[in-house]
């Protein structure tokens, strides 16, 4: 990582961390939201941008690591802080399982064997025999944490909004930290590999099947911590909240934001919270229209996403400095 982009990501940080008390409770709601998108955008990035296994069902394994917070702290009580290793762990081996009979398949094949998935869980949620776990329909209903103690004494005074947004925050910055290493060695080499041309990765020695299942558990583990998160910030979950529409939109908040990209999960993820609320603004009769005219907009200015039209823009400032 160059000086630069040192810089860039410090200041970045920095304003991060100042962000929750110069906007509203709201705001920083939204904003913690945005965070938690954001680490499950890098799981399905991994999987699809790094990967090429398209998925449109990652949005199961966002349930998945929700409901396991919500019935652990609901009906055993364990710290919402300690959920989360087990909803990773629960969404690695669903994930990984998963993956090892969809080995079979690609491409468009893959992408219904997700979205199959992506369809059930929701209803499976729903079963009168799991009711007592899952909640049903009704869903199950969670406290909201609030600050230590241990603020207090120091004099910072959190509201439980801006404590689960920098709580968020450190989760999100090791789950990056994390993937940034994991890409950037022959991990990562092996992933774009078998995306390119998994023959050709065959005969270099790497094993593509193992390769494939551990991505797909990898990345739906990412997506479970981030649905872990996920409710305990909203604390709530219900089966409709996890609908196949979450799926779909995770896959579009990839490809806005940029495909086989860290910092594109950023940017997907700050798409999919706030273009929805602009377009509701703009028109209350067809929000979805106008989310739409958005949509095929960015894609249409920005085809390698908005890092990737990042990355070309200072590319070509770099080269006009040279010349000049």
Same mark, same amino acid.
Not at 27 to 46: E, H, K, P, S
């Given at each position: 990582?160059?000086?630069? &982009?040192?810089?860039?990501?410090?200041? +970045?940080?920095?304003?991060?961390? +100042?962000?929750?008390?110069?906007?509203?409770?709201?705001?920083?709601? &939204?904003?913690?939201?945005?965070?938690?998108?954001?680490?499950?955008?890098?799981?399905?990035?991994?999987?699809?941008?790094?990967?090429?296994?398209?998925?449109?069902?990652?949005?199961?394994?966002? %349930?998945?690591?929700?409901?396991?917070? %919500?019935? $652990?702290?609901?009906?055993?009580?364990?710290?919402? *802080?300690?959920?989360?290793?087990?909803?990773?762990?629960?969404?690695?081996?669903?994930?990984? $399982?998963?993956?090892?009979?969809?080995?079979?398949?690609?491409?468009?094949?893959? %992408?219904?064997?997700?979205?199959?998935?992506?369809?059930?869980?929701?209803?499976?949620? #729903?079963?009168? &025999?799991?009711?007592?776990?899952?909640?049903? /329909?009704?869903?199950? /209903?969670?406290? #909201?944490?609030?600050?230590?103690?241990?603020?207090?004494?120091?004099?910072?005074?959190?509201?439980?909004?801006?404590?689960?947004?920098?709580?968020?925050?450190?989760?999100?910055?090791?789950?990056?930290?994390?993937?940034?290493?994991?890409?950037?060695?022959?991990?990562?080499?092996?992933?774009?590999?078998?995306?390119?041309?998994?023959?050709?990765?065959? %005969?270099?020695?790497?094993?593509?099947?193992?390769? #494939?299942?551990?991505?797909?558990?990898?990345?739906?583990?990412?997506?479970?911590?981030?649905?872990?998160?996920?409710?305990?910030?909203?604390?709530?979950?219900?089966? =409709?909240?996890?609908?196949?529409?979450?799926?779909?939109?995770?896959?579009?908040?990839?490809? +806005?934001?940029?495909?086989?990209?860290?910092?594109?999960?950023?940017?997907?993820?700050?798409?999919?919270?706030?273009?929805?609320?602009?377009? =509701?603004?703009?028109?209350?009769?067809?929000? *979805?229209?106008?989310?739409?005219?958005?949509?095929?907009?960015?894609?249409?200015?920005?085809?390698?996403?908005?890092?990737?039209?990042?990355?070309?823009?200072?590319?070509?400032?770099?080269?006009?400095?040279?010349?000049?």
């Amino acid at each position: 990582m160059s000086r630069r &982009q040192l810089i860039v990501l410090a200041a +970045v940080l920095a304003l991060a961390c +100042v962000l929750p008390f110069l906007v509203s409770n709201y705001r920083t709601f &939204q904003f913690n939201l945005v965070i938690i998108y954001a680490i499950a955008l890098l799981g399905l990035n991994i999987l699809t941008g790094y990967n090429g296994q398209i998925s449109l069902g990652h949005g199961a394994f966002y %349930a998945m690591g929700a409901y396991c917070t %919500a019935i $652990l702290m609901d009906k055993f009580g364990v710290p919402y *802080w300690a959920t989360l290793p087990v909803a990773g762990a629960v969404c690695l081996l669903f994930g990984f $399982l998963f993956g090892l009979p969809a080995l079979r398949l690609e491409g468009l094949y893959l %992408a219904l064997a997700t979205f199959a998935l992506g369809v059930s869980l929701p209803q499976l949620l #729903k079963y009168h &025999q799991l009711e007592n776990w899952t909640g049903g /329909v009704q869903g199950i /209903v969670i406290a #909201k944490p609030e600050a230590p103690a241990f603020f207090g004494s120091l004099g910072l005074r959190l509201n439980p909004d801006q404590w689960l947004y920098f709580f968020t925050l450190a989760v999100a910055i090791v789950m990056f930290v994390l993937a940034w290493n994991l890409l950037r060695g022959r991990v990562g080499r092996a992933l774009v590999a078998i995306r390119d041309q998994h023959v050709a990765a065959e %005969a270099m020695g790497i094993n593509s099947a193992m390769v #494939k299942s551990l991505t797909f558990g990898v990345s739906a583990m990412y997506t479970g911590i981030a649905g872990s998160l996920g409710a305990i910030a909203v604390q709530f979950v219900a089966p =409709d909240s996890f609908n196949i529409f979450l799926s779909i939109v995770f896959l579009v908040g990839i490809v +806005v934001g940029g495909l086989a990209s860290i910092s594109g999960a950023i940017y997907g993820a700050l798409f999919i919270q706030f273009v929805p609320n602009v377009a =509701d603004e703009i028109s209350k009769a067809a929000p *979805w229209a106008i989310f739409g005219v958005f949509l095929i907009g960015f894609v249409y200015l920005m085809p390698m996403g908005v890092a990737g039209a990042l990355r070309m823009a200072v590319a070509r400032l770099g080269r006009k400095r040279q010349n000049t």
